[in-house]
T-cell receptor, first 115, second 114 residues
Framework: DAKTTQPPSMDCAEGRAANLPCNHS???????VYWYRQIHSQGPQYIIH???NNETNEMASLIITEDRKSSTLILPHATLRDTAVYYC????????????????FGKGTKLSVIP | SAVISQKPSRDICQRGTSLTIQCQVD?????MFWYRQQPGQSLTLIAT?????????ESGFVIDKFPISRPNLTFSTLTVSNMSPEDSSIYLC???????????FGSGTQLSVL
């Protein structure tokens, strides 16, 4: 079973920031938070990941709460091409010895960007 | 990032037949993974394909139904055997790359079984 909880769907106006929440209250100390998205039946695409510090890249920002029990993916200026299902996944790195390469996908959040 | 080519992109097959899906990566990778995504569902891991050893299957998936080959570090195949309509899904191959262990996916094979 997935270790994360996400709202099933969200709407966002084009040009506005999209804030996608994820609860992972049982996260372990060595588990990272990964975000992927899947655009209409294509293969999922990596977005960003983090451990405890906030992260930013060219696609998005990831805000992780201090207790690490939840996080928010932020798309700063959503476009119509950002309409997709967004998956939040927690996983320990395989090199840590306590993790594995397997990603357990939950149901994700279907984000609809509206013109 | 890894570039993954997956063939075929889609196919319509008859019940009882088999289909082999190919996955080609533009760089050498140790581990490749095969996922299934049934209509309206999330992704489920079928098996991990390791070069030089037998694939490792997840619970609910067996080698007789989903035989996997991994002849080298850039290529793998997944066969869906003796197909039934319940096998209609998107099948995706993926690889782990880099110290950050990012997972990259192929574009998927949309399989419909009549």
């Amino acid at each position: 079973d997935a270790k994360t909880t996400q709202p099933p769907s969200m709407d966002c106006a084009e040009g506005r920031a999209a804030n996608l929440p994820c609860n992972h209250s049982t996260i372990s100390g060595n588990e990272y938070v990964y975000w992927y998205r899947q655009i209409h039946s294509q293969g999922p695409q990596y977005i960003i990941h983090g451990l405890k510090n906030n992260e930013t890249n060219e696609m998005a920002s990831l805000i992780i709460t201090e207790d690490r029990k939840s996080s928010t993916l932020i798309l700063p200026h959503a476009t119509l091409r950002d309409t997709a299902v967004y998956y939040c996944i927690v996983r320990a790195p395989a090199y840590s010895g306590a993790g594995s390469y397997q990603l357990t996908f939950g149901k994700g959040t279907k984000l609809s960007v509206i013109p | 990032s890894a570039v993954i080519s997956q063939k075929p992109s889609r196919d319509i097959c008859q019940r009882g037949t088999s289909l082999t899906i190919q996955c080609q990566v533009d760089s050498q990778v140790t581990m490749m993974f095969w996922y299934r995504q049934q209509p309206g569902q999330s992704l489920t891991l079928i098996a991990t394909a390791n070069q030089g050893s037998e694939a490792t299957y997840e619970s609910g998936f067996v080698i007789d139904k989903f035989p996997i080959s991994r002849p080298n570090l850039t290529f793998s195949t997944l066969t869906v055997s003796n197909m039934s309509p319940e096998d209609s899904s998107i099948y995706l191959c993926s690889v782990i790359q880099g110290v950050k262990e990012k997972l990259f996916f192929g574009s998927g094979t949309q399989l419909s079984v009549l």
